[in-house]
Nanobody
Framework: QVQLMESGGGLVQAGGSLTLSCEVS????????MGWFRQVHGKERLFVAA????????YYLDPVKGRFTISRDNSKNTVYLQMNHLNPDDTAVYYC????????????????????WGQGTQVTVSS
């Protein structure tokens, strides 16, 4: 059974930083495209960032470019989301997701393309 376990969410003041982690268990991690999504209560879930499994290509939602960094450590089966210069608009539940079907240099912004999901971790940015 594939499981994604997120950690690192919390409350932070505007301008602060947080790092989210997502550990994958139950299958090989090295050939998964990994993504982060976020969802505000009552709104749709939105793509934030993704990292491919071949070449480490990284892709970001425009509002987080230059502030967020996605990375992966295949030896630890873990993907990270380093979030800097946080602002209240970043407040949301953040979800880690894994895509097992994509090619090594491919990523998707559509949540329907991801096979596995974590339970979500709350990030709250106070003004």
């Amino acid at each position: 059974q594939v499981q994604l376990m997120e950690s690192g969410g919390g409350l932070v003041q505007a301008g602060g930083s947080l790092t989210l982690s997502c550990e994958v268990s139950g299958r090989t991690f090295g050939d998964l495209t990994m993504g982060w999504f976020r969802q505000v209560h009552g709104k749709e879930r939105l793509f934030v960032a993704a990292i491919t499994w071949g070449g480490g290509g990284r892709y970001y939602l425009d509002p987080v470019k230059g502030r967020f960094t996605i990375s992966r450590d295949n030896s630890k089966n873990t993907v990270y989301l380093q979030m800097n210069h946080l602002n209240p608009d970043d407040t949301a539940v953040y979800y880690c997701a894994a895509d097992s079907k994509s090619g090594r240099y491919y990523y998707s912004q559509f949540d329907g393309d991801y096979d596995y999901w974590g339970q979500g971790t709350q990030v709250t940015v106070s003004s």
